[in-house]
């Protein structure tokens, strides 16, 4: 089941290139543009490093939060023996799965109902973030990143849904950083290349084989689940 929460985050990360690049290209976007310059700089070269910047906080943000939901589920495991609980998260994980396949697929966009729930968190965070605004150098560029991976975005939090259920802060730390990782080609690539980027995984084709992909770890996660009932 880790091995496909892994792969499977890395793959919504991918394939949710529109929905990224809807929620942080704007603001990729936005400080990419007040960037401090001089006559002699590489302003490709420039952009670059702070866009970097900008997506390392970021996936170490969705580190940290995979490291602590995965290791909250250990410990509350190993302190009340509830194994009933980690196998009804499993089951979560599997139906998170699925669903969010099923958008992948552009079948179903339910999972972006629970962004609802992280715009409340925002309201805290959105206001501190946003004093890191503009962006004079990589440092700044680097909180800004760690904070705004805090906005609200259903992906994400249906993602962390699986680092819950991998019951290891080791292993829902690796599932977070490889959904982030899946996530920077769509960022990195935001002014430089992301129309063809983008061309490529919004494809009919390609984004309803790798639904599809996701959908399949999902009913392998709940027969797993379900077969540990028995």
């Known amino acids: 089941m880790i091995d496909f929460s ?3 985050a890395f793959l919504v990360g991918l394939m949710g290139a529109g929905h990224c690049i809807g929620m942080c290209g704007g603001l990729v976007g936005a400080f990419s543009q007040q960037l401090p310059r001089k006559a002699s700089d590489n302003i490709l070269l420039g952009q670059l490093q702070f866009i970097l910047s900008y997506n390392l906080g970021r996936i ?16 509350l495991s190993t302190l009340f023996s509830i194994d009933a609980y980690l196998i009804g998260m499993r089951v979560f994980a599997g139906v998170m799965m699925i669903v969010t396949g099923l958008y ?11 962004e609802r729930v992280g715009k409340l968190l925002w ?3 959105g206001p501190i973030a946003n004093k890191w605004l503009p962006i004079t150098d990589l440092k700044q560029a680097f909180t800004a990143g760690l904070l705004w991976g805090w906005l609200p975005c ?8 699986w680092a819950v259920a991998a019951n290891s802060a080791q292993q829902g730390a690796m599932i977070m950083a490889a959904f982030g990782l899946g996530t920077l080609p769509a ?33 392998h996660t709940l027969y797993i689940a379900f077969a540990q009932l028995g």
């Open 123 to 125: 309201r805290f965070i």
């Open 104 to 114: 992948i697929a552009q079948i179903w966009s339910g999972v972006v109902q629970i």
């Open 6 to 8: 892994i792969t499977g």
């Open 154 to 161: 259903g992906l994400v939090y249906s993602t962390l849904t």
């Open 187 to 219: 960022l990195v690539s935001v002014g430089i290349a992301a129309r063809y980027f983008a061309q490529l995984v919004q494809a009919r084709k390609v984004r309803l084989i790798s639904g599809l992909i996701l959908v399949s770890f999902g009913i």
């Open 60 to 75: 170490l943000s969705y580190t940290l939060a995979g490291a602590l939901v995965g290791g909250s589920a250990s410990l």
